[in-house]
């Protein structure tokens, strides 16, 4: 039996499509994956002894692109390693499942994000006054709080809602996943910081 013209031109029709599929899924999986950066230091004056963040970086941001921010704030028992070992960023923004941006993710220790309250461990101190500048420096960021979101869980996703409530200059956007309320009847338990109180005997400074 000979093809007709409508069958010859449908499977043109179809051909053409394939390798039009074909193209993009190479395109797709061409994509190159973002930089992950692990045990990154950074040196506060604040704290008085280096802090250790990683950060995902777009692969293309050495051709001059800058980028809006998202802080990834750990929880109680977790480092600035916690959101590389328990998440997939990366490799979300490689199949396009989320926008391309730099995502940072610093060590809290117990610190709940907050200022302790006798001083021992100010670190939404450092954070805010240290910390945002510094990767902003450091790194190909998009200026001004439209391009800042905090987010985090547990003992972060606490710390995300207060330093976001006490900064709003500073985040455009707040994200609190599950958070873990602080109260002084209830300090928090887990990976201390070498040498520190971690504030876990002093309330944290209101909200």
């Known amino acids: 039996m000979r093809p007709t013209k409508n069958t010859s031109t449908a499977m043109k029709k179809v051909s053409v499509l394939s390798v ?3 193209a993009a899924a190479i395109t797709a999986s061409a994509a190159v994956r973002p930089v992950e950066l692990e045990n990154c230091r950074l040196q506060s004056s604040v704290l008085g002894h280096d802090v250790a963040y990683s950060v995902v970086i777009p692969a293309d941001a050495d051709k001059g692109k800058h980028y809006p921010v998202l802080y990834m704030l750990h929880g109680v028992g977790g480092d600035h390693s916690s959101c590389l070992e328990y998440t997939d960023v990366a490799g979300m923004m490689q199949r396009g499942e989320m926008p391309e941006m730099i995502v940072v993710m610093p060590d809290g220790y117990l610190s709940y994000y907050s ?7 100010p670190y939404e101190t450092f ?7 510094s990767i902003d420096s450091i790194h190909p960021t998009l200026p001004g709080r439209e391009n800042r979101v905090i987010s985090g869980f547990s003992m972060g996703g606490f710390g995300a809602m207060t330093l ?3 900064n709003p200059e500073k985040f455009g956007t707040v994200i609190s996943f599950s958070p873990s309320m602080r109260t002084d009847s209830m300090p928090p338990k887990g990976r201390r910081m070498p040498g520190k109180n971690n504030g876990d005997a002093h309330s944290a400074a209101p909200v």
């Not at 200022?115 to 461990?121: F, H, Q, T, Y």
């Not at 954070?127 to 500048?133: A, Y």
């Open 20 to 22: 039009l599929f074909a």
């Open 127 to 133: 954070f805010t006054t240290e910390f945002i500048q």
């Open 115 to 121: 200022d302790a309250a006798d001083g021992s461990l």
């Open 164 to 166: 976001g409530l006490r």
